[in-house]
C-alpha cells in the first residue's frame, strides 16, 4: 500500500480466507487507488476503503460507501487487535458482517495490567498471557476484540502507520488534508499465514 507518507507492506492471514480473498479481489481490479483514509483518530486506528472517498469534496461526511455486499465474520481467538493489523470495519448488523471495502488500521496504545481487567470484564472475554503481553508492549484496541474480523497486519511500514495516526483531523475525524491511498497491489512473494484454530 503506497500512501503520500511512504508504503506499508501488509500481510493477509490464511486463517480469514473470505476477508483475503475479498481484499485481493478489490486490491488487484484496483478499487482503493486513490481512496482516502478518512478517518483518523490518534492512537485508536486509521480507516479507509470507503469508494465515495476517491473524487470527495473537502469536509464532506464520509464512511457510508460500500460495494453493495457484506463479508461473513470470521472470527479466531488467535487474532487480535494488536497494534499494526487490518481488520475490516462494519456496520451494527447483528451477525457483525463486514463491509465489503472497508477496512482499518489499529494503531491504538499500551495498556496496564489493570486496564486489561477492566476490559476482561466489561467483555466478558478472558486474554491470554501472550495477547496480553502484547498490549501491555506493543498495544492495540483489545476492546475491539471478537467484535470485528482481524485479518492481516502490517510487517513493514509501521511508521507510516504512525505518521498518518498523527495528522490533524476536522470534528468529524477526517483528516484536514487528505491521506490518499496513492496504490495497492499484491505483492509477488504473497504466501497466505497460516493460524491455527
Known sequence: MNTKFGPMKILLY??????????LKLTNE???????FHRVI?????????????????GQML???????RVDAEFNTLLFHKKGVLAA??????????????????QG??????????????????????????????????HLDMGYTVYGEVIEGINV???IAAVKTDKTDRPLDDVRIISMKQGKDFKPKKVKK
Not at 89 to 104: H, I, L, M, V, W
Request: hydrophobic residues 25%; charged residues 30%.
Open 14 to 23: 490464511n486463517g480469514t480466507p473470505k476477508h483475503r480473498d475479498n481484499f
Open 30 to 36: 484496483h478499487f482503493y487507488d486513490s481512496l482516502l
Open 42 to 58: 490518534k492512537n485508536f486506528m486509521i480507516q479507509g476503503g470507503d469508494p465515495d472517498s476517491k473524487h470527495a469534496k473537502p
Open 63 to 69: 464512511g457510508s460507501g460500500d460495494v453493495g455486499y
Open 89 to 106: 470495519a462494519r456496520d451494527e448488523n447483528p451477525t457483525k458482517a463486514s463491509s465489503g471495502c472497508q477496512f482499518y488500521l489499529v
Open 109 to 142: 496504545k499500551k495498556f496496564t495490567d489493570s486496564d486489561l481487567d477492566n476490559i476482561e470484564k466489561q467483555t466478558g472475554r478472558k486474554m491470554s498471557a501472550e495477547q496480553r503481553e502484547i498490549y501491555k508492549t506493543i498495544g492495540g484496541t483489545p
Open 161 to 163: 502507520l504512525d505518521s
